[in-house]
C-alpha cells in the first residue's frame, strides 16, 4: 500500500492522479501516522511556502515520528516532490528560517535572478542531468515550478538556470525531486513507474 | 541548455463547453474541455490554460468540475482564469486541479488580492493577467473583455503586481487580440525588460513567426495562442519546430520521448 500524505498540499489530487497512471491500484490519501506505519511506500507532496508546508506537516500528531521510522529506520521507499522534496533538508529559508525533517544535510534558498534569461520563479520545462547512475532518475526534460532550491548533500541531479540548481536529491531509499513528476508529461509518469516497482 | 521557451495553447471554456477551441479530427466531442485538453497533452504542449468567460459567477461548480476531470486525464501545468475574485476562489481551483490561477479584474479594483493568493498558496501558483491597449504615450488597463477603460498604466500595474507576488504575468494586448497581426511586442518588452518574472505574450497570433518574435523580440518567456492552433493551421510541434530554428531552447519532440508514454 503507497501512503500519499495528505497535510494540506495542493497538488495531492494531481499526484495522486499521476501515480494512478503509473499503475498504482493500492493508494491511500491519508493524514494518519498509523497508516504512514504501515505503508510500503510513501509520497510527500508540496507546493506552496516551506514553512506553512513545514507547519502544517507537523501540526499533524505523530506525523513526523511515524515518517522517520518508517523511511530511515525500516528503509521503506519514500519520494518527496517540490516542497516535499525541500522538507528533507535541515531547514529552509523562506519567509524566515523554518526547521525541515533533517534526512539529508543542507538548506533550501531563495533563487536569485541569474539574468534576465534566468527568471524567478523558475518556471517550465529544463533538464535533469543526473550527476551519477540512479535506478529512478535518468537524463530528461521536466517541469519545474520553484523559486527556492535545496543546496547540500546527496544531490543526484541538477538542471541548469544560470548556474547548477538541484533537481534532485536521494541517498538509500529517499529520493527527492524538485520538479513535479505529475505534471512533466510521459517522463515524469515514468518517474513514478520506476518509483512504484523500486527497491521490491 | 536553460529553461524552454514555453507553448501555451488557450482554451476559451463556458459553462463547462469549449466555446472557441480545437477542431482535432480524431475527438468526439469537439466542445469538451477534457477531450481538448488530452489532445494537447498528446501533442506535448508545455502548458495549457483554460479561460473561464461563463457569464455569471453562480454557476463556477462548473469550471470546478471541468479541472478535476482535466487534472486526472492530463500531466502537463494547467493555469485556469476568469472570475476569480479572491483567494478562496484561487484555492478552490487549486484543490480541484489548478496549477496556476489567473487573476485579472479582480486585482485592478483590489491588486492585493495578488499578495492574498501568493501568500497562501505560493507565487509560483498565482498569475496576474493584464488587459492592455495603447494609449498616448503608453498602455492602459482594460477591464471586462477589454471594454471597460481604467485609467490605470498596464506597465506599472503589471510591475506593481509582480511586486505583490505573483509569479507570472500574462500580457495581453487588446488591440491585438483576435487581429491575427502579431503580439504588441512593444508592450511585451516594455513589462519583460523590467521585471524578474516570466511573462506570456498574448493576443494577436496569425502565424508561428509571432510565436517566435514573442520570444525573441518581446522577450517573452512562453507564448500563448488561441486560433493557430484551434483552426488547425499550426501544431504544438511546428510551434516548438519554428522556435528551435530560431535558435530558441524548447523541449524535445514528443517522439523522442519515454515510449511506454508516448501515445
Not at chain 1, 538548506?107 to 520545462?125: N, Q, T, Y
Not at chain 2, 493555469?79 to 486541479?97: K, Q, S, W
Not at chain 2, 493568493?117 to 504615450?137: L, W
Request: glycine share 12%; hydrophobic share 45%.
Amino acid at each position: 500500500m503507497l501512503a500519499l500524505i495528505d497535510y494540506g498540499a495542493g497538488n495531492l489530487y494531481s499526484v495522486a492522479n499521476a501515480l494512478k497512471a503509473a499503475g498504482c491500484d493500492d493508494l491511500i490519501v491519508t493524514a494518519d501516522p498509523d497508516a504512514v506505519a504501515r505503508a510500503d511506500r510513501i509520497v510527500l507532496p508540496g507546493v506552496g511556502a516551506f514553512g506553512a508546508c513545514a507547519r502544517a506537516l507537523r501540526s499533524i500528531d505523530g506525523m513526523v515520528d511515524a515518517l522517520d521510522r518508517r523511511v530511515r529506520t525500516e528503509a521503506a521507499p519514500f519520494l518527496g516532490v517540490c516542497v516535499g522534496m525541500q522538507l528533507m533538508a535541515d531547514a529552509g529559508e523562506e519567509m524566515g528560517t523554518h526547521p525541515g525533517l533533517g534526512w539529508i544535510a543542507g538548506r533550501v534558498r531563495k533563487l536569485e535572478p541569474g539574468s534576465m534569461d534566468a527568471k524567478v520563479p523558475h518556471m517550465g520545462w529544463n533538464d535533469v542531468i543526473p550527476t551519477g547512475e540512479h535506478p529512478l532518475i535518468v537524463p530528461g526534460e521536466a517541469y519545474f515550478l520553484h523559486s527556492y532550491a535545496f543546496d547540500g548533500a546527496d544531490v543526484i541531479a541538477t538542471t541548469d538556470h544560470a548556474g547548477p540548481v538541484t533537481a534532485a536529491i536521494g541517498r538509500d531509499n529517499m529520493l527527492g525531486v524538485q520538479f513535479h513528476p505529475e505534471k512533466s508529461q510521459s517522463y515524469g509518469l515514468a518517474i513514478l513507474e520506476r518509483f512504484l516497482a523500486w527497491r521490491s | 541548455m536553460t529553461v524552454r521557451a514555453r507553448v501555451i495553447p488557450c482554451l476559451d471554456v463556458a459553462n463547462g463547453r469549449v466555446v472557441k477551441g480545437v477542431n482535432f479530427v480524431e475527438l468526439r466531442d469537439a466542445g469538451d474541455p477534457v477531450e481538448q485538453a488530452r489532445a494537447y497533452d498528446a501533442a506535448g504542449a508545455d502548458e495549457l490554460c483554460f479561460l473561464d468567460i461563463t457569464a455569471s459567477h453562480e454557476d463556477r461548480g462548473t469550471i470546478l468540475d471541468v479541472v478535476r476531470r482535466t487534472a486526472a486525464v492530463c500531466f502537463m501545468p494547467l493555469t485556469v482564469g476568469g472570475g476569480v475574485r479572491t483567494a478562496d476562489d484561487a484555492r478552490a481551483l487549486l484543490l480541484a486541479g489548478a496549477d496556476k490561477v489567473a487573476v485579472n479584474s479582480a486585482a485592478v479594483s483590489r491588486p492585493e488580492v495578488v499578495a492574498d493568493i501568493a501568500e497562501r498558496f505560493g507565487s509560483q501558483c498565482c498569475v496576474a493577467s493584464i488587459d492592455a491597449r495603447r494609449v498616448d504615450g503608453g498602455w492602459e488597463v482594460f477591464t471586462h473583455g477589454g471594454r471597460r477603460p481604467t485609467g490605470i498604466d498596464a506597465v506599472a500595474h503589471a510591475l506593481r503586481l509582480a511586486e505583490l507576488g505573483a509569479g507570472e504575468l500574462l500580457v495581453t494586448s487588446m488591440d491585438r487580440d483576435g487581429t491575427r497581426g502579431g503580439y504588441d511586442l512593444d508592450l511585451i518588452r516594455a513589462i519583460a525588460d523590467r521585471t524578474t518574472v516570466p511573462v506570456v505574450a498574448s493576443g494577436g497570433v496569425g502565424g508561428l513567426d509571432d510565436l517566435v518574435a514573442g520570444i525573441r523580440d518581446g522577450h517573452a518567456s512562453a507564448v500563448l495562442a488561441a486560433s493557430i492552433f484551434h483552426f488547425g493551421e499550426a501544431s504544438i510541434a511546428d510551434a516548438h519546430a519554428a522556435l528551435a530554428a530560431a535558435g530558441i531552447p524548447v523541449r524535445r519532440p514528443v517522439t523522442a520521448q519515454e515510449p511506454r508514454w508516448t501515445r
